[in-house]
C-alpha cells in the first residue's frame, strides 16, 4: 500500500478522506474509495501521510483547530495517539524522514517537536510573535533506510 497510490483530503467539518489512485488509461484517473475518518470536530487543517522509507511508521497526521494533531494508524485507519498541548489551532505538520517524530506549527506563536512512540512533546521552540503557520524539516537522511 505504501507504493504513493494514496490520496487524503480532509474538510471543514473534520471529516478526512481516504483514496486509492487506480491505474486507468491515459486520460482518465480512476480513485477507489478507501476509509472515511471524523477525525476531528472543528476544521482540519492539514492532513499528511508519513514518508514511505519505513514499514513500521505508517501514519496519517491530521491538524485541526481543535487544538491538536491527531495520528493515525494507515494499516484499518486506528487512531493511534492523540497530541495535545498547544493552545491554539494547529496549522502544520511535518513527518522526520523516519517517521518517528513529528513538527508542528501552531497559532500558539510556537513548533514542537513530537516523539511518536510515546506522544511526548520533547522540545517547544518559542520566539515567534505572531502565529506559526507553516514547518519545515530536514533531518539529514537522504533516502535513509530504518
Not at 494499516?75 to 523516519?98: K, M
Amino acid at each position: 500500500m505504501w507504493d504513493g497510490s494514496l490520496v487524503v483530503a480532509a474538510n471543514n467539518h473534520g471529516t478526512c478522506y481516504v483514496w486509492r489512485l487506480m491505474r486507468g488509461t491515459q486520460t482518465m484517473t480512476n480513485f477507489e474509495p478507501l476509509h472515511k475518518l471524523q477525525a476531528h470536530n472543528s476544521y482540519i487543517l492539514k492532513c499528511l501521510l508519513s514518508p514511505e522509507f519505513c514499514e513500521h511508521h505508517r501514519y496519517l497526521a491530521t491538524t485541526s483547530a481543535d487544538q491538536t494533531v491527531k495520528i493515525w494508524n494507515v494499516d484499518g485507519f486506528t487512531l493511534e495517539r492523540t497530541l495535545t498541548g498547544h493552545q491554539r489551532w494547529v496549522w502544520d505538520c511535518v513527518f522526520s524522514v523516519d517517521g518517528a517524530f513529528l513538527v508542528t506549527a501552531s497559532s500558539d506563536s510556537t513548533a514542537r517537536l513530537w516523539d511518536l512512540s510515546t506522544g511526548d512533546a520533547i522540545r517547544t521552540y518559542q520566539g515567534h510573535h505572531k502565529a506559526t503557520v507553516c514547518c519545515a524539516l530536514h533531518d539529514g537522511a537522504d533516502g535513509a533506510s530504518c
